[in-house]
């Protein structure tokens, strides 16, 4: 009986240890805070986003604190399998070449690439009118690689390390066109920059979608993946959706 007592007692020790363990484990996400309105920073340098809002529901599901680390979006990547940080949601498009050295998580959201220009210039996005146009994109993007794979050198591709930066150049002048995200876009044609360009032809990408990174073979990726189906399910997702467009981007 003594023993039996022993044993309840070192099972409840292990209990308490194991849940206090729990309540102090920590994460932290990985985040580029150039590319808004999915991620940037604020006027006081906080991090915030669609992006940031999603993770830090998603902390909030799993039960554990978050923490946010900033990355340049070149070294994203490999900033993740060299642990700076535990899992990425920085607006990353689910591709065949970044499978093979991180693991995703369900969507998140879904994605189109769109030309952007300025409203007073006849811009078509075939081929043959492109022929000797400059276009920007950011670099390491799908954006990127879409132009490579399908206009190659029919055009000067140019290639920037912000999203942010190719705007500048678009607005003065450098670049004929961007190619980027639809709703990167969308945002950024509000702005007072922006109000002078507007989307040309229809999406060159319709079915792009963006998920959440982790190193391979890591089971966070199950834990977020059932917490992104409950934010879905009790309408928190919604609620951050509609916080940033008027439309759905799941």
Do not use: H
């Amino acid at each position: 009986m003594q023993s039996y007592k022993k044993f309840l007692l070192a099972a409840a020790a292990t209990l308490v240890f194991s849940a206090n363990a729990m309540a102090a484990e920590k994460l932290k996400m990985g985040i580029e805070a150039a590319y808004p309105p999915f991620n940037n920073k604020d006027a006081s340098g906080q991090v915030v986003g669609f992006d940031k809002d999603i993770g830090d529901a998603l902390c909030a599901k799993m039960k554990v604190e978050c923490d946010v680390v900033t990355s340049d979006w070149d070294g994203i990547i490999p900033a993740l399998n060299a642990k700076k940080f535990d899992f990425l949601i920085s607006s990353l498009s689910i591709t065949d070449e970044r499978k093979q050295a991180v693991d995703f998580t369900d969507r998140y959201y879904s994605n189109k690439l769109q030309f952007i220009a300025p409203k007073n210039v006849d811009f078509k996005t075939d081929k043959a009118s492109l022929k000797g146009k400059v276009i920007g994109t950011q670099r390491a993007t799908l954006a990127g690689t879409w132009l490579e794979d399908n206009y190659g050198s029919d055009i000067d591709i140019k290639l920037y390390d912000t999203q942010e930066n190719a705007y500048l150049d678009l607005t003065s002048g450098r670049v004929d066109a961007i190619l980027a995200d639809k709703y990167v876009n969308y945002d950024w044609l509000k702005t007072d920059a922006g109000k002078n360009y507007e989307f040309k032809g229809d999406p060159v990408v319709e079915s792009d979608e963006v998920g959440i990174a982790v190193r391979k073979g890591d089971p966070l990726r199950e834990k977020l993946n059932a917490a992104l189906k409950e934010i879905i399910a009790d309408g928190t997702y919604k609620k951050i959706n509609d916080k940033y467009f008027p439309f759905s981007i799941y």
